[in-house]
């Protein structure tokens, strides 16, 4: 299987963004391995944050694609990570 690179764009203040990091964590212990999560402050990395067009957090990207904005349910995010493992198997 290929990794997974997800990108949990984040902000200091940000209500919702411990629990969208709690379920990267989880699902990433549930893939062995097969994810890698980075986390963007967006305060500090403006730039990427606009080459998404991301005016709100939390936002969720998988391999270089914009999937959620704002909190997804945990199984909408299991969903999407599992289905970019099988298109990419």
Excluded: H, W
């Amino acid at each position: 299987m290929t990794e997974l690179y997800v990108e949990d764009f984040m902000s200091p203040g940000c209500v919702g963004c411990p629990a969208v990091r709690e379920m990267l964590k989880d699902l990433s212990g549930n893939l062995d391995g097969e994810i890698t999560v980075e986390e963007v402050d967006i305060t500090v990395d403006t730039t990427r944050a606009a080459q998404y067009g991301i005016m709100s957090v939390p936002a969720i990207a998988i391999n270089g694609v914009l999937k959620f904005m704002g909190v997804p349910e945990k199984e909408e995010l299991e969903k999407a990570l599992m289905e970019e493992l099988e298109r990419d198997e």
